[in-house]
């Protein structure tokens, strides 16, 4: 079994930032891919950014430029740098890891979700 610890989210104002940070726990040999989404209100979730084992990243339009994604392998930890926010980015935001459990076996699990209100 795997847990996932999310933290940082809050209120801030419009320009403002934020850092969240996502941390793994539990029996697994390590992880693939981390990944953070978002849910606003009466909207789908949707992916924001991901990061893979050999540190390649993508982002969605709406964020690019404006949020890094980053991890630390030695802590099992993935973090989401979250700048020049707007009302727009208000949402739920999740961590999802993809972890190996076995040679050829992957699972995935997510966060309990953190909020992110961006409000003057």
């Known amino acids: 079994q795997v847990q996932l610890v999310e933290s940082g989210g809050g209120l801030v104002q419009p320009g403002g930032s934020l850092r969240l940070s996502c941390a793994a726990s539990?029996?697994?040999?390590?992880?693939?891919?981390m990944a953070w989404y978002r849910q606003g209100a009466g909207k789908e979730r949707e992916l924001v950014a991901i990061?893979?084992?050999?540190?390649?990243?993508d982002y969605s339009d709406s964020v690019k430029g404006r949020f890094t994604i980053s991890r630390d392998f030695a802590k099992n930890t993935g973090y989401l740098q979250m700048n020049s926010l707007q009302p727009e980015d208000t949402a739920v935001y999740y961590c999802n890891v993809n972890v190996r459990i076995g040679t050829f076996n992957f699972r995935t699990y997510w966060g309990q979700g953190t909020q992110v209100t961006v409000s003057s």
């Open positions: 990061i893979t084992s050999d540190r390649n990243t």
């Open positions: 539990g029996t697994f040999f390590s992880i693939n891919a």
